[in-house]
Nanobody, 125 residues
Framework: VQLQASGGGLVQAGGSLRLSCVAS????????IGWFRQAPGNERDWVSC????????FYADSVKGRFTASSDNAEKTVYLQMNNLKPEDTATYYC???????????????????WGRGTQVTVSS
């Protein structure tokens, strides 16, 4: 299983970016994809997660109302639309995948078995 995250960049505060996470290397199975971010010197923090079973999505309080996760199961792609970006959103964003048999998803990075390389998001003030 491979994950490829993309879509990061440099944007001014108040701007928007859309991240993509493409999963490959498997044909069948239900899964959840989580988005996490890590700034230099900080731990990897959970941002959002989405289930491939029903599209249910969840968000950290710090991004709720500004970020929206969506998925295209046929393409095994998950998107993270990030609006009204703030300087504190600056980080490297990672997507992780875990196969699941239920429709939940977890904010715990330890539960995700596969990870992409990350994409840098920089928000200037």
């Amino acid at each position: 299983v491979q994950l490829q995250a993309s879509g990061g960049g440099l944007v001014q505060a108040g701007g928007s970016l859309r991240l993509s996470c493409v999963a490959s290397g498997f044909r069948l199975g239900y899964y959840a994809i989580g988005w996490f971010r890590q700034a230099p010197g900080n731990e990897r923090d959970w941002v959002s997660c989405i289930s491939s079973i029903d599209g249910g999505n969840f968000y950290a309080d710090s991004v709720k109302g500004r970020f929206t996760a969506s998925s295209d199961n046929a393409e095994k792609t998950v998107y993270l639309q990030m609006n009204n970006l703030k300087p504190e959103d600056t980080a490297t964003y990672y997507c992780g995948l875990v196969f699941r048999t239920d429709d939940g998803c977890s904010p715990d990075a330890n539960e995700y078995k596969y990870w992409g390389r990350g994409t840098q998001v920089t928000v200037s003030s």
